[in-house]
């Protein structure tokens, strides 16, 4: 594990939504490095207990909790196990779990639409609803929500996803208004072109898209995850509130 001056987490206690691959994984990986109790939700046990032994090996905590975001209920469940396994705490909440669909506005089915906005607005909202203000009450607390590129430019075919996203970017501004001032900060990675075991499916698409940055090259998921582990640590982001970060190679920047 990270050494002693590593450890701005040390005693915290981190929820990491979708964490059982890519970007959440190393996020989880991450702030576990920093000291944190890293709670890895998902729905892939499997998936997700390799995750807490690759935390667990050099001496990091971790715990694998059920993640079943299609509704309120299951959400509201979630941050319930979650602070049973934390303790009765839960000091930072990473808001990654979210589904991509692509596709023409016009062949996108109500079903699709629904589930969409379901995983990737309603989730994150109660998520934040369940565990912001016991953050507020004990002094503290970090939120980070994982956003988009699709989210700031007008891309075709992704109107569906990039809309859901433009959602949480707001979301994270309007949280950090009404959490800010009760010491939680609510801040957002907007990420660009990534590679990850299910975007590397389709290299094609995803070397060009990262094409038009230039950095001219997709991320690493550590790369998305090192600013997610700097957003999520009060130690060095501490006057950092409301701010969506662009990660994406400076494609929003040209």
Do not use: C
């Not at 998520?127 to 956003?147: Q, T």
């Not at 299910?198 to 001219?216: F, K, M, N, R, V």
Request: net charge negative.
């Amino acid at each position: 594990m990270a050494s002693a001056s590593m450890q701005g987490l040390q005693g915290k206690v981190a929820l990491v939504t979708g964490a059982t691959s890519g970007i959440g994984a190393a996020a989880a990986e991450g702030l576990a490095e920093r000291g944190a109790h890293v709670l890895v939700a998902g729905r892939d046990a499997a998936r997700g207990e390799a995750v807490v032994s690759a935390i667990r090996k050099p001496g990091g905590r971790a715990d694998f909790v059920r993640a079943d975001l299609g509704d309120a209920q299951a959400v509201r469940r979630l941050a319930h196990d979650a602070l049973g396994l934390g303790g009765d705490r839960v000091d930072v909440l990473v808001n990654n779990a979210g589904i991509y669909p692509f596709g023409p506005t016009e062949d996108t089915e109500e079903g699709l639409f629904d589930t969409v906005y379901a995983l990737n607005v309603k989730a994150p909202f109660y998520l934040v609803a369940e565990l912001a203000p016991m953050m507020a009450d004990r002094g503290g607390g970090s939120i980070v929500n994982v956003s988009t590129i699709a989210a700031a430019l007008g891309v075709s075919g992704m109107a569906l996803y990039g809309s859901s996203k433009a959602a949480l970017n707001l979301l994270t501004k309007a949280w950090a208004a009404e959490y800010g001032a009760r010491g939680v900060r609510v801040n957002a990675v907007q990420v660009g072109p990534t590679r990850t075991e299910t975007t590397a499916q389709a290299e094609e698409d995803l070397q060009s898209l990262a094409a038009q940055a230039p950095a001219g090259r997709p991320a690493s998921a550590a790369e998305i995850a090192a600013a997610i582990v700097y957003l999520a640590d009060d130690a060095a982001s501490s006057f950092v509130q409301g701010a969506v970060l662009p990660v994406d190679g400076g494609r929003t920047a040209v």
